[in-house]
């Protein structure tokens, strides 16, 4: 059901559409639910809102929140939160001061190689410097031809280990589940296929999240393969995960992804939107107007 999209990003952190036109985009595209995720940060969701009402689809408020699995880096995505929320909050400005201070070490570090301006550059297509990432560096970097692609600032300069890198305090895995929890939402383990894990630490990254707390994962994004994304069909079922789906749209630093594509959830899978009670299949009008409903009645629980 690409008529859902549970994960994209705006300019309030490494997304190139302003969160309006983010939804708008998303309208025309097709989508009539659309979960605005920007990393760490909430603060475009309001916008979003606003643009979806007038654009008649459902907006989702969401985040996606960078944690630490042993020595992995690893992307939760909180699903239906309540952006005002204290411990989620907390937890929101907490990330921020860590991404600010790593964004001035990985300018002081390119600034060394001899990349002058690699810093203000960087900060210039960030909302702030909370919302400064490695995106908006390999953007500088591929705009100033320090590199033939944004894939090749991450893997000549930006990646673990590479003479950019600066290692994150990113909270724990349970900790941002706790987050989430707190402010009323699902968390969801995000593009799980993406990280650079074994068969066998991917199953043991999906045992700890459900361990922790966990309740779904996302099973169909836009850059996994069939063969992957049927193994992680059987993996949500066998885990008791919902499954959940999305693009991960980014816009310009990622432009082969579109909203609402992306491949459709396993037979298998029960999707993440059923705990809202939203229809499982078939976007008709009528079911249309069930998501809108629900997600009206989850929004006044939450903010009860």
Request: charged letters at 15%.
């Amino acid at each position: 059901m690409p008529e859902i999209d549970l994960h994209s990003h705006s300019q309030y952190s490494d997304g190139s559409l302003t969160p309006a036109d983010l939804v708008a985009l998303a309208a025309r595209a097709g989508v009539k639910a659309l979960a605005l995720t920007d990393h760490d940060s909430v603060d475009g969701i309001a916008e979003a809102q606003r643009a979806a009402g007038e654009a008649g689809i459902t907006l989702i408020s969401g985040v996606e929140l960078s944690a630490v699995w042993g020595v992995h880096n690893i992307h939760v995505v909180g699903l239906q939160v309540d952006t005002s929320n204290p411990v989620l909050k907390a937890g929101l400005l907490s990330q921020a001061g860590a991404r600010a201070e790593r964004g001035r070490q990985i300018g002081a570090r390119l600034e060394a190689l001899g990349m002058t301006g690699a810093y203000e550059g960087s900060l210039a297509l960030a909302s702030s410097p909370d919302g400064l990432s490695r995106t908006h560096f390999s953007q500088w970097l591929y705009e100033h031809k320090h590199v033939s692609s944004i894939q090749q600032a991450f893997d000549r300069y930006l990646g673990p280990r590479k003479p950019a890198s600066v290692p994150m305090p990113w909270a724990e895995l349970a900790e941002t589940i706790a987050w989430i929890h707190a402010a009323g939402g699902i968390a969801v383990l995000a593009h799980p296929g993406r990280y650079p894990l074994t068969r066998t630490k991917l199953r043991a990254l999906i045992a700890d999240f459900k361990s922790a707390g966990g309740d779904a994962m996302e099973v169909a994004t836009a850059t996994e393969k069939p063969d992957m994304v049927r193994y992680l069909g059987q993996l949500s079922a066998q885990n008791g995960l919902l499954a959940s789906q999305g693009s991960d749209y980014h816009g310009t630093p990622a432009p082969w992804i579109a909203l609402g594509r992306f491949p459709v959830l396993p037979r298998e899978c029960t999707p993440v939107w059923t705990a809202w009670g939203w229809p499982a299949a078939g976007m008709t009008a009528d079911a249309t107007q069930t998501i809108q409903q629900a997600t009206g009645q989850k929004a006044l629980e939450l903010h009860a």
